[in-house]
C-alpha cells in the first residue's frame, strides 16, 4: 500500500466527533484567516504606526499567555465541547469590536478578547483530539486536523486578500477603513457557520478519558513512542515553546507588512502569497507521518527547523521577489509542518488528567516570549526595517532545534509503523 493510501485509510477510521472537530476547526480558520491577512494593513489605513500593531499583536499573545492556566482548567472543568463554544463566541465578539470602534483602546480590547478566545481553544483542541483517538491514529490525527484547518486558511486568505479590494471596485476608496470593515463582517459570518458541526459532536467522555469505540485499521497494534521519563519534566516543554515563540513573534505577526512595504503589494496579492504557502504546508503535512515514523518524532522537528534556517535569512537580506517568495514559502512549510508533530509529543508524554493543564502551560511558553518579541519587533520594523529581526529569529531557532534533541531525544524508541 502507498503511503498516500495509507494516509487517507488512516484520515478515514478517525472517529466521528474527531470529524466533527476538524470541520468546524477548518470554517473557523477560514474566518479568522481572512481577517488576519489584511488586519495589519487595516491598521495601517487608520493611521497607526508598525509599533502600534505591534503593541496589538503583543495584547493579544500576552493575553493568551495570562488566561492560559486559567483556561486550562476550564476546558477541564466545563468540557470540550462546551469550550469551543465559548472560544467560537469569544473570536466573533472579539474582531466584531472592529466593525464600530477605531479607537486604540478597543483596538486593544479586540486582541485581548481574541488572545483569551485563542487561549481557551489552544488548551482545548490538543486534548480532544486525543481522547477521540487511539494511539496508533494520533500521529495521522494531529497532522491532519492542522493540514485541514490549512485548507480553511487558504481559501479565507485568498477571499479575505480579494474583499477589500472587491469593495474598493464597489466604490470604496482605495485603502479606506471601510473597505476593511465590510470583509470583517462578512469574515465574523463564516466563523458563526462553525457552530454547526459542533452542535453534531456528542460525547459523553469526561476531560482526560478516551475514547476506546474508535475503530483500528489494519490490526494495527499500539505504537509505543515515547519513554515517559521519571520526576519533573515539563518544563522542558515549556523552554523549548520559549525559544519558538521568541523568534516566530519577532517576524509572523509582520508578514503581510513585509510584503506591503518591502514589494509594495495590495491586500489580495498578499492574501494569494499567503493562500499559495498553506496550500504547500498542508499538502506537506500528509508526508509528516512518513517522515516520523523515519526518523522519529524529535528528530524530525530538529532537522525540519534546522532547514527553515536558510529560507529565513533569505527573507530578512534578498531583495529579489522571487528569492523572498520562495523563501517565504519553504520557510513557512518546514517551520508548521512541527507544530502538530510536537503537539503529539507532548500529548503522549502527558498523563490523561494532565494533558488541559499541560498544554496550558506550554502553550503559556510560547505565548510570553511572543508577546515580549512581538513587541519589541513592532519597534525595531519602524525605526530599522525588517532585517535585523529575521536573523534574530533564526538564532533563536537554532537554539529550539538543537534543545529539543537534547531535550526529548533520549525517551524516543523509533519503531517501524504497523501496516
Not at 137 to 147: G, L, N, Q, T
Not at 242 to 264: D, E, R, S, T
Not at 348 to 377: H, Y
Not at 405 to 416: I, L, N, Q
Amino acid at each position: 500500500m502507498s503511503n498516500l493510501a495509507h494516509y487517507l485509510r488512516r484520515i478515514t477510521y478517525f472517529s466521528r466527533n474527531c470529524r466533527l472537530f476538524i470541520v468546524s476547526n477548518t470554517i473557523l480558520g477560514f474566518g479568522i484567516s481572512s481577517i488576519e491577512v489584511f488586519l495589519g494593513l487595516f491598521f495601517l489605513s487608520m493611521n497607526y504606526r508598525e509599533d502600534f500593531i505591534g503593541t496589538y499583536y503583543s495584547i493579544s499573545t500576552g493575553t493568551s499567555a495570562l488566561f492560559l492556566l486559567l483556561t486550562g482548567r476550564l476546558s477541564d472543568r466545563i468540557g470540550r465541547v462546551a469550550s469551543f463554544y465559548l472560544t467560537l463566541f469569544g473570536n466573533m465578539a472579539g474582531y466584531s469590536i472592529l466593525l464600530f470602534c477605531d479607537t486604540p483602546a478597543m483596538i486593544n480590547l479586540c486582541g485581548f478578547i481574541n488572545g483569551a478566545s485563542a487561549a481557551l481553544r489552544a488548551c482545548t483542541s490538543a486534548p480532544f483530539l486525543h481522547e477521540n483517538s487511539k494511539p496508533e491514529e494520533r500521529e495521522y490525527v494531529f497532522p491532519a486536523a492542522s493540514s485541514y484547518q490549512m485548507v480553511g486558511s487558504i481559501l479565507g486568505n485568498l477571499i479575505g486578500g480579494l474583499m477589500p479590494v472587491i469593495f474598493k471596485n464597489a466604490g470604496f476608496a482605495a485603502g479606506d477603513p471601510a473597505a476593511y470593515r465590510m470583509a470583517i463582517l462578512i469574515s465574523v459570518l463564516f466563523m458563526a457557520v462553525s457552530v454547526f458541526p459542533l452542535g453534531r459532536i456528542r460525547t459523553a467522555l469526561k476531560p482526560g478519558e478516551v475514547d476506546e469505540s474508535v475503530k483500528s485499521p489494519d490490526g494495527a497494534g499500539v505504537r509505543a513512542a515515547f519513554l515517559i521519563p521519571e520526576g519533573a519534566y515539563y518544563h522542558k516543554f515549556v523552554i523549548y515553546t520559549f525559544f519558538i515563540g521568541c523568534g516566530a513573534g519577532l517576524i509572523v505577526p509582520f508578514f503581510n507588512i513585509y510584503f506591503a512595504q518591502k514589494f509594495a503589494m495590495s491586500s489580495a496579492q498578499v492574501g494569494v502569497i499567503f493562500m499559495a504557502a498553506n496550500i504547500i504546508t498542508a499538502a506537506s503535512m500528509m508526508a509528516t507521518p512518513a517522515i516520523t515514523a523515519r526518523l522519529g518524532k524529535i528528530r524530525s522537528i530538529m532537522l525540519m527547523e534546522l532547514a527553515s534556517l536558510p529560507f529565513l535569512l533569505a527573507l530578512g537580506f534578498s531583495t529579489s521577489l522571487p528569492v523572498c517568495l520562495t523563501a517565504y514559502l519553504a520557510r513557512n512549510s518546514l517551520m508548521n509542518m512541527n507544530n502538530p508533530v510536537f503537539t503529539g509529543v507532548v500529548m503522549e508524554m502527558t498523563k490523561g488528567s494532565d494533558r488541559g493543564r499541560v498544554n496550558s502551560i506550554v502553550t503559556l511558553g510560547d505565548n510570553v516570549s511572543r508577546t515580549v518579541s512581538t513587541f519589541i519587533a513592532g519597534r525595531i520594523i519602524s525605526n530599522h526595517g525588517h532585517s535585523f529581526p529575521y536573523m534574530m529569529t533564526a538564532a533563536f531557532y537554532t537554539i529550539a532545534a538543537f534543545y529539543v534533541y537534547s531535550a526529548f531525544g533520549g525517551y524516543e524508541r523509533v519503531r517501524p509503523n504497523a501496516r
